[in-house]
């Protein structure tokens, strides 16, 4: 129940410090972003996601967060990495999970934002005052990511796509998403 509370507080606070519309977001509080990722104090495994990645979000947690598909399909992304996808009714509106076993994907996240105009759309945060995390959102592609490590060498991502060239608000399915997977690595 406590894990739950601080879930619910974690979450409120970032979906905070991420309102406003996708073409004037409001920046979240606090010092510019620094390049520098954190490190995992207290690090757990994917377990068995890397292997089952579509196992990641139950029927009922995929209707909670509104996504209206009910199975994933698993399938593998351009490095041969297994993830699922989810579509909607719109065929190129996807929503995936990417676990990565063998990488510092969150490294790879803090090191893409080029110029400093991309890093206005990045946001970082610590899912439920844990893990580092980051969200980062490109409107001239309409995709949302929340991304997470979970130790140095292992994190995954929630992407969702809209596949309408607008990306919904703060991200709230990815997050939310996000914090569902959490709760399970960490019992």
Same mark, same amino acid.
């Given at each position: 129940m406590l894990?739950?509370?601080?879930a ?6 970032f ?6 519309s996708a073409?004037?977001p409001t ?5 510019t972003v ?6 995992v104090?207290d ?5 068995s996601?890397s ?6 979000l139950s ?11 009910k ?6 992304? +351009?490095e041969?990495r297994? #993830?699922c996808l989810?579509s909607g009714k ?6 995936m999970f #990417?676990?990565?076993?063998?990488k ?7 090191? +893409?934002a080029?110029? #400093?105009s991309?890093l206005?759309? *990045?946001t970082t945060?610590s899912?439920?005052?844990r ?7 490109d409107?001239? +592609?309409?995709?949302?990511m929340?991304t997470?490590a979970i130790s140095?060498n292992?994190? *995954?991502? *929630? ?7 607008q990306?919904?608000g +703060?991200?709230?399915?990815p997050?939310d998403?996000t914090?569902?997977?959490l709760g399970?690595?960490?019992?």
């Amino acid at each position: 129940m406590l894990g739950r509370v601080v879930a619910t507080v974690a979450l409120l606070a970032f979906l905070g410090a991420c309102t406003g519309s996708a073409s004037n977001p409001t920046p979240p509080p606090g010092p510019t972003v620094s390049r520098v990722v954190p490190t995992v104090a207290d690090p757990v495994d994917l377990g068995s996601l890397s292997a089952k990645p579509c196992d990641a979000l139950s029927i009922t947690e995929r209707e909670s967060i509104g996504l209206l598909a009910k199975e994933g399909q698993e399938t593998r992304d +351009s490095e041969g990495r297994l #993830i699922c996808l989810w579509s909607g009714k719109n065929p190129s509106a996807t929503f995936m999970f #990417i676990p990565y076993a063998d990488k510092p994907i969150l490294r790879d996240v803090y090191a +893409s934002a080029p110029t #400093i105009s991309d890093l206005a759309r *990045f946001t970082t945060y610590s899912a439920l005052n844990r893990f580092p995390a980051a969200m980062t959102t490109d409107e001239r +592609s309409s995709v949302c990511m929340v991304t997470v490590a979970i130790s140095d060498n292992q994190g *995954f991502q *929630f992407r969702e796509d809209t596949g309408d060239g607008q990306v919904r608000g +703060s991200c709230s399915r990815p997050a939310d998403a996000t914090l569902s997977v959490l709760g399970k690595l960490i019992g």
